[in-house]
Structures are given as C-alpha cells and as structure tokens.
C-alpha cells in the first residue's frame, strides 16, 4: 500500500515555463487536497476535491490549476511560473464516510524552485 | 471551521512529558480537535483527534476542557525524533478542510 504518492520530488523551472505536479493515491480516497508550504510558515490550501469530476479553489489558487478525472488522481497545474511560486507542494487524501471527519494522509512532497 | 491558537514554540526534556496547548473558544459543538505534526520538511502526519472526551492512542494523549474552549495534546514520553511541528484544528463535519495555522515548533532536547 504506497498511500498517496507525489512525483516529482524536485523539480526547478524556469520564470515563465509550465509543469504538471503529479499526485496519485491508492486508497480510493473521495477527498484530495493541494498544499504549499512556504518556507517558515504553515502549509496552504491551494486546490481540493471532494471526487471525480468535482473541484475547488482553497486559500490560494491563484497561478494553478487542477483536475481530478479519477478518483486517484490529482494533478497540479502551474502555467507560466512565477518566482513567487517557488515552495515545497504538498499533495493529501482522505476518505468521506458520510458525516464524520476522517484523517488526511499526505504524500512526500515536491520541492519546486522557479529561477 | 473554529480559529485555533498555539504558543510559537516549546522546548521538553527527552524522557519528559511534553504538553501542548491549543485555545479553541469559539469551537462549536460538532467540530472536532485534530493534532498534526510534520517533522522537518516532510508531509504532516495524524496524530489523534478527539470531541469532547480525553483520548488516547499509541502516539499521544489529548485533553479537552469540559467547556471544550482549550486542549492538550500530550506526549507521554518525548523523545528526539518528536522534535516537530504540532498543529491543532478545529473541523467540523466530513465536508471540512484542513486550514493550517503556525503551529508549535516542540524542540525536544537531550
């Protein structure tokens, strides 16, 4: 059981360039989540979805996009990097269970640098 | 979901008892208390959560006020490799999404 897994685990662009962040789980999870953790600081909500088909911006969308056509899969989309976007991008899942809460489990993270 | 509030860091003795602190005043009745911690740079993991009874797993414990307004989480028996950063959430309901405060850097030392 590989959980949720994030490819790659680092990755430098260049200002301007696009890139696919990869995040996969194999827990059939309804819910995933996008984080950055800016250095210092606590992680932010940048994208979520709550299943196939379905999603959502967080705290922090802006510059990225997301699509979730499996329940899987969840990959983050930068176009046109920017410096600013420069920061570790966490990927999490859990599963729904009707109305209780349940824990989040989080991939390795990817460590992008935009020079 | 309910604001949460922690001190920015704490030290604890390795073989002591470390107690974090989290304030939760405006929590409301169907939200629940989640701990999380990440160490070093890796992605957070769950430690325990609880509503409005004290809990305990193999990881921790954690305390919640009868009034619910404050928690703690308590690592019985802390050692080096729990030298992490600890964050406490308020959520409430399967539709919530974990918003990540500050949290308590816990520095654990020899």
């Keep these: 059981n590989a959980g949720v897994t994030q490819t790659p685990k680092f990755r430098i662009l260049k200002i301007g360039q696009s890139m696919t962040l990869q995040c996969t789980q194999d827990m059939n999870h309804n819910y995933m989540y996008w984080y950055r953790q800016d250095p210092g600081m606590g992680l932010k909500l940048i994208y979520y979805s709550v299943g196939a088909g379905i999603t959502d911006k967080g705290e922090v969308p802006n510059g990225y996009n997301v699509s979730r056509s499996t329940t899987e899969d969840f990959p983050l989309r930068l176009e046109l990097a920017a410096p600013s976007q420069t920061s570790v991008y966490f990927c999490a899942s859990r599963a729904g269970q009707g109305r209780r809460y349940t824990e989040a489990f989080f991939g390795q993270g990817t460590r992008l640098t935009v020079v | ?110």
């Design chain 2, 1 to 110: 979901d309910a604001k949460t509030t922690q001190p920015p860091s704490m030290d604890c003795a390795e073989g002591r008892a470390a107690n974090l602190p989290c304030n939760h005043s405006t929590i409301s009745g169907n939200e629940y208390v989640y701990w999380y911690r990440q160490i070093h740079s890796q992605g957070p993991q769950y430690i325990i959560h609880g509503l409005k009874n004290n809990e305990t797993n193999e990881m921790a414990s954690l305390i919640i006020t009868e009034d619910r307004k404050s928690s703690t989480l308590i690592l019985p028996h802390a050692t080096l490799r729990d030298t992490a950063v600890y964050y406490c959430i308020a959520i409430g309901g399967s539709q919530g999404n974990l918003i990540f405060g500050k949290g308590t850097k816990l520095s654990v030392k020899p």
